[in-house]
């Protein structure tokens, strides 16, 4: 069982930068892909990042060049950290964690259904 909670979400002007952190309870973090994803009212949730429990990653074209994801493993703990913020990022940021195996050390995720564990959320808001 793991349990998630995201925190660093809040309110920024358009161009700022926020730093989300997921912090993970439970064993083995190092062996799970954690995911951030998003959602805006009235929208589906979005994919935004992924790392692989090997440490490989991807983004969401919509957030390229902008968002890096990171782990520090140590602290159980993933960031997403947000640079050159628009008012389009607005939205429920959650972090999910999914278990993998050797084999699927280097895979990440970029849809929601593989992710077994979900945080709560944390809210980011950016203004004009």
């Known amino acids: 069982q793991v349990q998630l909670v995201e925190s660093g979400g809040g309110l920024v002007q358009a161009g700022g930068s926020l730093r989300l952190s997921c912090a993970a309870s439970g064993r083995s973090f190092s062996s799970y892909a954690m995911g951030w994803f998003r959602q805006a009212p009235g929208k589906e949730r979005e994919f935004v990042a992924g790392?692989?429990?090997?440490?490989?990653?991807h983004n969401a074209d919509s957030v390229k060049g902008r968002f890096t994801i990171s782990r520090d493993n140590a602290k159980n703990t993933v960031y997403l950290q947000m640079n050159s913020l628009k008012p389009e990022d607005t939205a429920n940021y959650y972090c999910?964690?999914?278990?993998?195996?050797?084999?699927?050390?280097?895979?990440?995720?970029?849809?929601?259904?593989?992710?077994?564990?979900w945080g709560q959320g944390t809210q980011v808001t950016v203004s004009t």
């Open positions: 790392i692989s429990s090997s440490g490989g990653t």
């Open positions: 999910a964690a999914k278990s993998t195996t050797y084999v699927t050390r280097d895979y990440y995720y970029n849809a929601a259904s593989p992710y077994k564990y």
